[in-house]
């Protein structure tokens, strides 16, 4: 093994190669940009199969092999390869051609239209993959046009159904074309550079993420007339066990990727900030730092923790009757190593109402997967890639959300996210990821192309 560092110096040694002519370049990134976002691959249906044609074309007139492999003719998944000698094992780079469905109504410009004004491209997806998508397609077109040595194979995959209905997509791909998709090493979407009143904060990269989960809660009682209030009444007995169970702060506990993104935080943040953050495992500031996260940091207070979010409440069918029956859907984001039955235990304890059950609510489930490494050579040269591109710290950190990297992770690979520059304050007003107004700076996508080149070819040239 190479000491820390030498494999320092073989990144920022690979950063220093020749560099494409990015003019050409940016103008060739934005036609396949635009052309990808105007494809309606809304999820469902999802439609994948029109956008995986449209790559498979453009990588076939590059040279380089591309096939379309799918477990529904419309769902496609894009997979393509370019070989190196072999003395390292494959690198993967991913994205997904699929997005969430929109309101039209709501748009300013047409979701789907590309629209470019003011710096900006609008559209579905132009944050919600497909700049990842777009990046990796561009340099996959670079490595070929170069003919750059690599010392792995670079695997490049479009995949289908990740916001909805992974079983066409990341399950189907891992199940059916393991062989073909099998890496050491990916980098797909999670991460992101934050930018806060025009300045560069953080970038982030994403070496885990939260599970999914769903618990119902179930409350039954005797059914009445409306007229004659019960204090057994099952929505009230559903409503105290909502409410207990919201406000409940379970165990906190961190992994190698919170503890460091904590620590890093503290380090670029205000005194006060800091001192919450280096604060959260001191036993008499814990409480008081749990509630600052829980009211203005939630975030933070779900990394920390096992979260559960109540989403869906049903109950009665008419006005004059009091049902004998509600229930309630809990969203639940478990920690990585998160045994659910133990922790379904500890919900019943904090409910204590034998009259509410605890039931575990079927959903599209990812597995367990534990954090990828921190100390070796793809995490360095994403943090120069980083320092050199952005002039950023990079945090790793644990999505609260889920991605299909955890199909992948499942698998041994490690793996890390990565995404363009977004502004802290675009969320709030509505143009963010999965908003009504999405979209990205025309800037940050050709500067992401460029981060994406580099740290590709470091680590695989």
Not at 9 to 35: I, M, N, R
Not at 249 to 272: G, H, K, Q, V
Not at 364 to 385: D, H, M, T, W, Y
């Given at each position: 093994?190479?000491?820390?560092?030498?494999?320092?110096?073989?990144?920022?040694?690979a950063?220093?190669?020749?560099?494409?002519?990015?003019?050409?370049?940016?103008?060739?990134?934005?036609?396949?940009?635009?052309?990808?976002?105007?494809?309606?691959?809304?999820?469902?249906?999802?439609?994948?199969?029109?956008?995986?044609?449209?790559?498979?074309?453009?990588?076939?007139?590059?040279?380089?092999?591309?096939?379309?492999?799918?477990?529904?003719?419309?769902?496609?998944?894009?997979?393509?390869?370019?070989?190196?000698?072999?003395?390292?094992k494959?690198?993967?780079?991913?994205?997904?051609?699929?997005?969430?469905?929109v309101?039209p109504?709501?748009?300013?410009?047409?979701?789907?239209?590309?629209?470019?004004?003011?710096?900006?491209?609008?559209?579905?997806?132009?944050?919600?993959?497909?700049?990842?998508?777009?990046?990796?397609?561009?340099?996959?077109?670079?490595?070929?046009?170069?003919?750059?040595?690599?010392?792995?194979?670079?695997?490049?995959?479009?995949?289908?159904?990740?916001?909805?209905?992974?079983?066409?997509?990341?399950?189907?791909?891992?199940?059916?074309?393991?062989?073909?998709?099998e890496?050491?090493?990916?980098?797909?979407?999670?991460?992101?550079?934050?930018?806060?009143?025009?300045?560069?904060?953080?970038?982030?990269?994403?070496?885990?993420?939260?599970?999914?989960?769903?618990?119902r809660?179930?409350?039954?009682?005797?059914?009445?007339?409306?007229?004659?209030?019960?204090?057994?009444?099952a929505?009230?007995?559903?409503?105290?066990?909502?409410?207990?169970?919201?406000m409940?702060?379970?165990?906190?506990?961190?992994?190698?990727?919170?503890?460091?993104?904590?620590?890093?935080?503290?380090?670029?943040?205000?005194?006060e900030?800091?001192?919450?953050?280096?604060?959260i495992?001191?036993?008499?500031?814990?409480?008081?730092?749990?509630?600052?996260?829980?009211?203005?940091?939630?975030?933070?207070?779900?990394?920390?923790?096992?979260?559960?979010s109540?989403?869906?409440?049903?109950?009665?069918?008419?006005?004059?009757?009091?049902?004998?029956?509600?229930?309630?859907?809990?969203?639940?984001?478990?920690?990585?190593?998160?045994?659910m039955?133990?922790?379904?235990?500890?919900?019943?304890?904090?409910?204590?109402?034998?009259?509410v059950?605890?039931?575990?609510?079927s959903r599209?489930?990812?597995?367990?997967?534990?954090?990828?490494?921190?100390?070796?050579?793809?995490?360095?040269?994403?943090?120069?890639?980083?320092?050199?591109?952005?002039?950023?710290?990079?945090l790793?950190?644990?999505?609260?959300?889920?991605?299909?990297?955890?199909?992948?992770?499942?698998?041994?690979?490690?793996?890390?996210?990565?995404?363009?520059?977004?502004?802290?304050?675009?969320?709030?007003?509505?143009?963010?990821?999965?908003?009504?107004?999405?979209?990205?700076?025309?800037?940050?996508?050709?500067?992401f192309?460029?981060?994406?080149?580099?740290?590709?070819?470091?680590?695989a040239?």
């Amino acid at each position: 093994m190479k000491p820390a560092f030498l494999l320092a110096l073989t990144g920022l040694a690979a950063f220093a190669q020749a560099q494409p002519d990015w003019t050409k370049v940016e103008a060739e990134t934005l036609q396949h940009f635009q052309a990808l976002i105007r494809f309606d691959t809304q999820n469902p249906p999802g439609n994948e199969t029109a956008a995986c044609e449209y790559i498979k074309k453009v990588f076939e007139a590059e040279g380089i092999p591309a096939k379309i492999v799918a477990l529904e003719p419309a769902r496609g998944n894009v997979i393509a390869r370019l070989k190196g000698n072999g003395s390292r094992k494959p690198l993967l780079i991913m994205g997904h051609t699929d997005v969430v469905k929109v309101d039209p109504a709501k748009w300013k410009h047409p979701p789907f239209g590309a629209v470019r004004e003011g710096g900006y491209i609008y559209g579905r997806g132009t944050v919600d993959d497909k700049d990842n998508l777009v990046a990796a397609m561009m340099t996959m077109i670079l490595l070929k046009r170069l003919n750059v040595p690599l010392s792995r194979d670079v695997i490049f995959v479009a995949e289908a159904g990740e916001e909805a209905s992974t079983r066409v997509g990341i399950e189907y791909l891992v199940n059916n074309h393991w062989p073909e998709i099998e890496a050491e090493i990916c980098l797909a979407e999670g991460g992101s550079v934050m930018r806060r009143a025009g300045k560069v904060r953080f970038a982030t990269v994403q070496t885990a993420e939260k599970i999914p989960n769903g618990i119902r809660l179930v409350a039954k009682g005797p059914a009445g007339h409306g007229s004659r209030p019960l204090r057994t009444n099952a929505v009230v007995r559903l409503s105290r066990a909502v409410e207990k169970v919201a406000m409940w702060n379970p165990p906190m506990r961190l992994n190698d990727t919170t503890r460091y993104y904590f620590e890093r935080l503290a380090t670029i943040s205000t005194p006060e900030e800091a001192a919450r953050y280096t604060g959260i495992l001191d036993a008499q500031k814990a409480p008081a730092i749990t509630e600052y996260f829980a009211v203005n940091e939630p975030g933070h207070y779900s990394m920390l923790r096992t979260s559960i979010s109540p989403t869906i409440i049903r109950g009665g069918y008419q006005i004059n009757v009091i049902p004998s029956e509600a229930e309630a859907t809990l969203d639940v984001r478990a920690l990585p190593d998160e045994d659910m039955e133990k922790f379904r235990d500890l919900v019943r304890q904090v409910i204590n109402d034998p009259q509410v059950e605890v039931v575990t609510e079927s959903r599209n489930q990812r597995p367990k997967a534990p954090p990828s490494q921190l100390g070796n050579e793809v995490f360095r040269i994403l943090e120069e890639g980083n320092r050199k591109h952005y002039g950023a710290v990079t945090l790793p950190q644990m999505s609260t959300g889920a991605t299909d990297m955890a199909f992948l992770r499942a698998k041994g690979v490690q793996c890390y996210g990565i995404g363009a520059m977004v502004d802290e304050e675009d969320g709030p007003k509505g143009y963010g990821a999965h908003s009504d107004q999405e979209r990205i700076l025309e800037s940050s996508l050709r500067q992401f192309v460029r981060f994406n080149w580099d740290v590709v070819t470091a680590i695989a040239r």
